[in-house]
T-cell receptor, first 118, second 114 residues
């Protein structure tokens, strides 16, 4: 079974600074997808960024980027130029590829609460 | 507007009183799933459905039932709720193809069982 671990229950950053959230995962599958979701106080789950395991290039979405290390099974999220609106719970998640045993299911980490200080 | 809806958004009930949380999506997605979110545990999958009349257990199915009679609806049934089912519940859907792996989440249902 796949597992996802977020070892930082809480992180904080000053507005306009950069912060990195850590995520590691364990899987025996060779093809899969990794995600970072943001959950603000409204509780809505918002997709931040997605990484396909077969792509070596790290995904980026504006101020959000990932550092994907497939061999190390590491998938960290970097938020640059942090804004007050970035304050939220962040979840790392894993999903297997079609044909794999975990296809369709999202396996989540425990979450990291990010606080942004003005 | 493409969306996943859940009802009710908030529910307080008593132990043993059967309840149903509805989930509906208007995107013609094949795949639907229920998760529960608990502090320190993240989201855990309860049940999922690959298509109409096809359902399967997730990681924490005990105490829950689901049905998928129509493609758009995937209700979660608690036949005899207990306090340990107090949680935040999310329904999610996604298309069943190899090009899109994003799951669309509903707004969540906060359930309290006393």
């Amino acid at each position: 079974a796949q597992t996802v671990t977020q070892s930082q229950p809480e992180m904080s950053v000053q507005e306009a600074e950069t912060v990195t959230l850590s995520c590691t995962y364990d899987t025996s599958e060779s093809d899969y997808y990794l995600f970072w979701y943001k959950q603000p106080p409204s509780r809505q789950m918002i997709l931040v960024i997605r990484q396909e395991a077969y792509k070596q290039q790290n995904a980026t979405e504006n101020r959000f980027s990932v550092n994907f290390q497939k061999a190390a099974k590491s998938f960290s999220l970097k938020i640059s130029d942090s804004q007050l609106g970035d304050a939220a719970m962040y979840f790392c998640a894993y999903r297997g590829n079609a044909g794999g045993t975990s296809y369709g299911k999202l396996t989540f980490g425990q979450g990291t609460i990010l606080t942004v200080h003005p | 507007e493409a969306q996943v809806t859940q009802n009710p958004r908030y529910l307080i009930t008593v132990t043993g009183k059967k309840l149903t949380v509805t989930c509906s999506q208007n995107m013609n997605h094949e795949y639907m799933s229920w998760y529960r979110q608990d502090p320190g545990l993240g989201l855990r999958q309860i049940y999922y459905s690959m298509n109409v009349e096809v359902t399967d257990k997730g990681d924490v199915p005990e105490g829950y039932k689901v049905s998928r009679k129509e493609k758009r609806n995937f209700p979660l049934i608690l036949e005899s709720p207990s306090p340990n089912q107090t949680s935040l519940y999310f329904c999610a859907s996604s298309p069943f193809d190899s090009l899109s792996y994003e799951q669309y989440f509903g707004p969540g249902t906060r359930l309290t069982v006393t």
